[in-house]
């Protein structure tokens, strides 16, 4: 049982977000991907004898030998014909941001499936999913990973008023005189940088510290500073630090600042009994237009994902890896997500938002969107991997839906938000464009339970398509844009879909396609190159398009670059919308990230990229 007192249960059963508890650090570089390299294993000072680890991708990997004999909890085992970790959600002491998301969860999302992964013909699991459950810490070292136990005390405190300001520094008071003037104040008592709280270093059997008398009479009397720190009821905060009259204190979102000590209510937790928890997200992404891409990875085929971008990209601020989907008509969902991902994305300030999917399948749709318990066991599941694996957004993509099932849809939609907002973390959802065959989606509803809808502004001549022609062109996307509006949703809620892939068609003498297949912008230029073609820019499409033939194959393609895209992404500017998502990372060329940059986030227009091929 948590050892929490009766009258700060209710706040504080929604909340743990200490990174005291996060597990260390990995001091070897982010993206490192040493398969090869083996590492040896510790545990509170002791080599475990045979236990080999790995670092991969930003992710410590153990042997799954050692779950159930070094590293126990009894809601834990290994599916090794599924090559998966099984995690009991009813056996495991959750402590979530409210008591509401807790039982719903421990009610309807079962267990959760944590991919293993097979080196030298051994099953291994990802440490970073899985320590706050076994209760351990750990650090990656040049050839070891250390691991140690965890049994700490913790003290929060809960806001008890409407809203407070937060002060960032507490200064003396010095009362000026004409032969004193005030001297420049300094902060007094800040954390020095090599004992900062997140790392493992720094964790005691109690982490509030108290400041003796002489440093408590420094600052009895304090000046509070402007600040932008607001704090609001039920908000709960990790003390850091005792003072007379003030605690110094560390946000959700790990600032760290100073309260009133009547400004909150104190209660201890002890992490012993905690399996997992986490804490309530800030949604905060700013700084012009948002710009997101979908990180593709296979998941029916249990593909990987791939490493997470090395540096920060102006032009792009979510990354969306498809990582899990309901798999059958039982609402069964598979999850192939990686948290070194996410640990990686976060590292060089990306957001990452889970694209969750109905597998495309609509019969299979249909029987879960039409089932209240169906669609609790889906939605828990989605939200179960959200928190496990630390995203901050979940993107929905709901393709092959039946006619019939639109206000099913937004029935679905809707009942995930209200758990999605417990959590802090953005919804959005992915929609075909408005036409007379994809009344599936509810435009003027869905868009009430979301932050924001994505229209996939590309395919208009599809891969089936008997007729060559462009992926989107600039007079078919500018008339989407002006139905989806038309439709009630509102411009700031609305990201254009934008394609980064290439369509090239054969065709036959009669001009009927025989085959086609979508291609990067680089794979395109390297044949403009190689075959010394001239793209012609058409000017009504705003793209550049050229025909050749291959091993005598007549091919035709429409091509997008930075000159096409500019001449998108100027619909974002015109009509106001919140952004743009492109499909998909991998596809686009560098130079089409300095478009985005450029016109979603310095203001440029269109003009300064008319110099394409």
Sequence with gaps: MLKIKASFKRGLVFLLVLTLFVGGFAVLPLGSNAADQQYNVFLNGSRLTGATGYYINNTAYLPCSLIGNTLKNSGITVD?????????????????????????????????????????????????????????KYTVGSSSINLANTSDKVKLAQVNKASIKAIPSLRPVIEPTLETPVPPAAPVETLPSDSAITSDSAITSDASVTVSAAEVEQVTAVTPIPTDITLYANDVVTILKTYDNYYMVETTDGTQCYIPKTDVTISDVDLASVDFYTAKKKKAITNGKLSITWEYVNLANNGSTPAAPNSKLGGLDV?????????????????????????????KGYKVWSTVT?????????????????????????????????????????????????????????EMRAYTEKLGLYLSIDVMVPRSWNVEYDYKNLHKHVDYIAMMAYDQYYSGSKSPGPVADYPWVKDNVDRILAEGVPASKVLLGVPSYIRAWTVDGNNVVTKSTANSMMTMRDIINTKGLKPVWLEDQKLYYIAYTDNGDNKKVWLEDSRSLSHKLSLVQDYNLAGAASWRKGFEEQAAWDVYAGMLKTGFTKEKYQNGY
Excluded at 86 to 91: L, N, P, Q
Excluded at 105 to 131: D, E, H, M, R, W
Excluded at 383 to 404: H, S
Aim: aromatic residues 10%.
């Design 80 to 136: 090794a014909t599924g090559k998966r970790i099984a995690v009991d959600m009813t056996k495991e002491n959750l402590l979530l941001p409210d008591t509401t998301l807790s039982n719903y969860i421990k009610t309807n999302a079962g267990t959760a499936y944590i991919p293993a992964k097979t080196i030298n013909s051994q099953l291994y699991f990802p440490l970073n999913v899985l320590k706050p459950f076994f209760k351990v």
């Design 319 to 347: 990354l969306c890896p498809i990582w899990t989907a309901f798999t059958d008509s039982r609402g069964t969902v598979k999850n192939v997500a990686d948290k070194g991902y996410t640990e990686a994305a976060h590292a």
């Design 358 to 414: 109905n597998s495309f399948d609509g019969a299979m749709t249909t029987t879960v969107l039409s089932n209240k318990a169906l669609r609790d066991k889906v939605i828990s599941q989605y939200i179960m991997y959200a928190m496990l694996y630390d995203v901050d957004g979940i993107n929905i993509d709901f393709e092959g839906v039946k006619d019939g099932d639109a206000a099913k849809l937004v029935t679905f939609v809707s």
